[in-house]
């Protein structure tokens, strides 16, 4: 009893969540991935408007369904430049940024390693600020010039996850790592959401050139913020209270092992725990960023939207998946402290739920022909359902290998980029007549990855510290 008593003065339980500092650093960092998405999505909305969209003729080009009553647009939106880049061209264009985002993601979490996330991550997304600002110069110059500039832009968006992840392992206690990284990535999706619509009013009302100045600003106060409130970690944050400090801290004190620059390298790229996070990270982002990506042009050249509808109607997937992350990771969390269910049965049930359901209904979408009502009910749900990742694969790293989260999260990241990288290509080459059947090859494709990436991660995910992450292998609720 005198041990306990002890060690209830050194070791805190837990800290209070409201005013808590750990709290401030998930809604700051829920800030910046809004911003990251943001600047990662608005111009999937603004390439609607950038193109020429008439014929040889000088006749509007027309969508596959019966097209919907759109209100006349202002005059004066119409002074931005238009260009004529046929899908090939486009599905570059769309698909560029990922391979800049690829190049710096094993980088950004050996470096958030080395030398501390806050201004790798701060850094990192004002970069991408920066030449968002410069994209409406670029797209004038040419289609070779924006696509280098998305490029650059992915080169400084890439060490933004991994850099997170290497921050959430000094800050996140383990009984409460659903709950702060849901809420922090939940910002990706609040990115989408907002992004999307709001690209389209700016498109309808000004013109597609202020979606970039607008979006840029909101990413520049943002990066303000993050230079002035955050720290690396509990130890150099100058508000934190004493309590807090001490529960984070001891909470984590073994699982974490920061002794020297040393990585196992040949552990982390043998350990099959891994591995079933790549797959499963690849394969859920097919889905993803496949509808990310084309979903407004989906929206467009299919059902017949115009660019005043599509924003929004684009967005709504994006609803449901980020309530269903914020709620996932509440439940996950639940289950774990207060039910006792293993951490593996919980992130292979969660990431389960979050693909299968996904890959079943961007099927179904497919074959709802001109019922745009269904059609975009079931994306809707394909995306919503796919939230639950959140608590599932999406967060295994810091299960397995606190220590080398942002690493693990780099290298998992590099391979759930490729999809972002040739997802739109291969799409956009098998949709050149933009026909319901040749979507219907684009839906089913998107789907077969989802459910082998759900098999194989069910069988070989983990859910433990692996003995080559720590010195003294110690797991929270297995």
Known sequence: SRFLSVFSVVSPLSAPACCSSRYGLSLLSCYGFFVAYALRVNLSVAMVDMLNN??????????????????????????????????ETQGWILGSFFYGYILTQIPGGYLARKY??????????????????????????????????????????GVTFPAMHAMWAFWAPPMERSRLLTIAYTGAQLG????????AQICFYLDWTWV????????????????????????????????????????????????????????ILTSMPLWAIVVAHFSYNWTFYTLLTLLPTYMSDVLGFSIKENGALSALPYIGCGLLAVLGGQLADYLREN???????????FSLVGMIGPAVFIVAA?????????????????????????????????????SYAGILLGITNSFATIPGMVGPVIAR??????????????FYISAGINLFGAVFYTVFGQGVVQPWAVHNPHSHGN
């Open 339 to 349: 039910c006792f269910y293993r951490t593996v049965v919980v992130r292979k049930a």
């Open 212 to 267: 970039f100045y607008i979006f840029g600003i909101v990413g520049i106060v943002w990066f303000i913020l993050w230079a002035l409130l955050v720290s690396n970690t509990p130890s150099t944050h100058p508000r934190i209270t004493e309590q807090e400090r001490l529960y984070i801290t001891s909470s984590l004190n073994k699982e974490l092992t920061l002794s020297g620059d040393h990585i196992p390298w040949g552990s």
């Open 192 to 199: 989408t959401v907002v992004a999307l619509p709001l690209s």
């Open 366 to 402: 497919g074959y709802t022909g001109c019922n745009y009502i269904l059609a975009v009910a079931f994306l809707s749900i394909s995306s919503s359902l796919g939230g639950i990742v959140a608590s599932g694969f999406n967060i295994n790293h810091l299960d397995i290998a606190p």
């Open 429 to 442: 080459a098998l949709t050149k007549n933009n026909t319901i059947e040749e979507w219907q090859t684009v």
């Open 54 to 87: 008439t014929d040889a003729s000088g006749n509007t080009s027309k969508s596959v369904c019966p097209a919907h009553s759109s209100p006349a647009r202002p005059i004066y939106n119409h002074t931005a430049s238009v260009y004529d880049w046929d899908s």
């Open 116 to 157: 501390g996330a806050k201004w790798l991550l701060g850094l990192g997304i004002l970069g991408t600020v920066v030449f968002t600002l410069l994209t409406p110069v670029a797209a004038d110059l040419g289609a070779g010039y924006l696509i280098a500039v998305r490029v650059l832009e992915g080169i400084g968006e």
